[in-house]
């Protein structure tokens, strides 16, 4: 199992999660977000973080193309993370340029994501909501466990501690066997933007 940890608005976090073993470190360039990373950082600051082992992920909602794609460069960001409405054209003119992750929410069913099948690297299932970005909450995991899902995929959705035997469960179903990683954040943080290191490590040492 593989982890991103999501919301980094501290670079010495940053470090200390790569040293964690975390996989992917996520920064948020949506400005309405509580955890929005350049409220606390620069592009700079985040670009002049380099990690060895991580891939930095830029959040992005309904940003205009060619100024998410600038974005990437100047952050100097590995994989981009779609959590809008962006469409399977603009996902592939990102995906172009970049490795992509495409959210989709789920509700009381699942999105259709068939038509991004072929445009983006990642999918990732998040709970719906009125507002774009994370909820906190979970949504029923049972709506995918039975269906495979054809691109590997990230788990979000309010993921905390007490939900370890639930994931070992769903790697064990049709579903289970694209699941890449967990996608954490609020419920592994002090404040929003500023993580549990000491609770994500606890985390993690559970799936390995």
Not at 6 to 26: K, P, S
Not at 68 to 79: E, I, K, P, Y
Not at 123 to 142: P, V
Not at 177 to 202: M, R, V, W, Y
Request: glycine share 10%; with cysteine; proline share 5%.
């Amino acid at each position: 199992m593989q982890f991103k940890v999501c919301g980094i608005t501290d670079i010495t976090q940053a470090h200390a999660l790569e040293a964690l073993g975390v996989q992917y470190i996520g920064f948020i360039f949506y400005p309405a977000s509580k955890r929005y990373a350049l409220g606390k950082l620069s592009l700079s600051d985040v670009a002049n973080f380099k990690p060895v082992g991580a891939k930095k992920v830029g959040v992005f909602v309904n940003m205009e193309l060619n100024e998410l794609l600038q974005v990437v460069q100047s952050a100097g960001l590995d994989m981009v993370q779609l959590h809008g409405d962006e469409t399977p054209e603009y996902c592939a003119a990102v995906r172009a340029q970049v490795q992509t992750v495409k959210v989709f929410r789920v509700g009381a069913a699942v999105p259709d994501f068939a038509p991004f099948e072929n445009v983006v690297d990642y999918f990732l299932f998040d709970t719906d909501s009125a507002l774009y970005g994370g909820t906190g909450q979970h949504f029923n995991w049972e709506l995918i466990k039975g269906s495979p899902i054809p691109k590997p995929y990230f788990l979000s959705g309010g993921i905390g501690p007490n939900d370890i035997q639930g994931v070992q469960v769903m790697e064990k179903t049709k579903a289970g066997k694209t699941l890449l990683a967990l996608d954490i954040n609020s419920q592994f943080e002090l404040e929003p933007g500023i993580k549990n290191l000491e609770k994500i490590k606890t985390f993690i040492h559970a799936f390995i």
